[in-house]
């Protein structure tokens, strides 16, 4: 499956950004779909993931309550809906996928062996 993210940009403090990830090559609903971000010199954050089958979802704990992740399994899309922004969450962020047969935990970024490029958010005034 191929990803492509898109949606990054600057906004200020306070602000919300919603973020796409497209997918395309493969059976959509039979995938974990994650994001992830990374912050320079920081290692690879777990942002949120939503299950193929039922669409549970699942958040890290920096961004519950604030990000909604879902998916449009009729466009092949999943969202990342991030409201009340921090300076803190500038970072790239990556969409991701994994088989949903695979066991285990769903926030690890090594489970992953589908990743798209990054997009940038930067939270400033």
């Known amino acids: 499956v191929q990803l492509q993210a898109y949606g990054g940009g600057l906004v200020q403090p306070g602000g919300f950004l919603r973020l796409s990830c497209a997918a395309s090559?493969?059976?959509?609903?039979?995938?974990?779909l994650g994001w992830f971000r990374q912050a320079p010199g920081k290692e690879r954050e777990f942002i949120a993931r939503?299950?193929?089958?039922?669409?549970?979802?699942y958040y890290g704990a920096s961004v519950k309550g604030r990000f909604t992740i879902s998916r449009d399994n009729a466009k092949n899309t999943v969202l990342l809906q991030m409201n009340s922004l921090k300076p803190e969450d500038t970072a790239d962020y990556y969409c991701?996928?994994?088989?949903?047969?695979?066991?285990?935990?769903?926030?690890?970024?090594?489970?992953?062996?589908?990743w798209g490029q990054g997009t940038l958010v930067t939270v400033s005034s």
């Open positions: 090559g493969g059976t959509f609903t039979s995938y974990v």
């Open positions: 939503i299950s193929g089958s039922d669409g549970t979802t």
């Open positions: 991701a996928a994994r088989s949903r047969w695979i066991i285990g935990d769903s926030s690890r970024s090594s489970s992953y062996p589908y």
